[in-house]
């Protein structure tokens, strides 16, 4: 089966994200309007800024039909101002900023402060370590009782999952590491086998 996993593409970094899928053997599909929402099995939304996002998302007439496949459970993974876009609640976002409610947090965007607000990190996660890069970063300020947590920093989550919505403060698609995305493919969407999903960095 040709699995085929859309990229919001209306702004940011979803070229890495791209890339990755592809080394992963699925076919990503660039998501920049309505008609591109056909026949996808996942989707990916990238970091980028999520007032700017937002903005495009409604413009282009992507809010409403993805908001729908949303909630119907398409399997989605969001990454920085991606994960922005699947929360339930964002604090110090723009007045007109949307979000789609996919994963039961409420999130801060640029919540590391003005000097430390890109920054790298290695995390804590169900995996083992992993690199996390941190680009003006959303903190997760509160999760759901149905949100699990995947990955820390210093205590606080950055990698939560709920359902088939998966979501990273970082960009794991920066680290030349596939063991997120594989987690998501696998395990979230169901949509590769478990057994190829590593243990190992870079496996
Ligand atoms: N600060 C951005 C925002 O609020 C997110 C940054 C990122 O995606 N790297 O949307």
């Known amino acids: 089966m040709n699995v085929r996993v ?3 593409a209306v702004q940011g970094a979803f ?19 309505p ?12 970091g980028g800024e999520s007032g700017t996002m937002s903005k495009l998302l409604a413009s282009t007439g992507l809010h409403e039909p993805l908001g729908e496949l949303l909630a119907c459970g398409l ?5 920085c101002a991606g994960m922005i876009l699947l929360a339930s609640s964002i ?16 999130v801060r965007r640029n919540a590391y402060g003005r000097q ?30 149905g949100v699990e947590v995947l990955g820390s920093h210093r205590g606080e989550p950055v990698l939560v999952g709920q359902g ?3 979501a990273a403060a970082f960009h794991p698609e920066l680290s ?12 979230v969407a169901g949509l590769i086998p478990a057994e190829t999903t590593p243990t190992a960095k870079g496996q």
Do not use: K, N
């Open 91 to 106: 604090l110090d976002g723009r007045d007109d900023q949307r979000c789609f409610g996919a994963i039961d947090i409420e």
């Open 164 to 166: 088939t919505a998966l």
């Open 116 to 145: 430390v607000d890109s920054f790298e990190a290695d995390i804590d996660t169900t995996f083992g370590e992993f690199h996390g890069v941190f680009i003006r970063a959303p903190r997760i300020e509160t999760c759901g009782a």
């Open 176 to 187: 030349g590491d596939t063991r997120i995305h594989r987690f998501f493919l696998s395990h």
């Open 35 to 46: 008609a591109h929402l056909r026949d996808i099995d996942a989707i990916v939304l990238p």
């Open 15 to 33: 070229l890495a994200h791209a890339d990755i899928l592809e080394q992963l053997g699925v076919t990503p599909v660039e998501i920049r309007q």
């Open 6 to 8: 859309g990229v919001l």
């Open 75 to 79: 399997p989605a993974f969001g990454t």
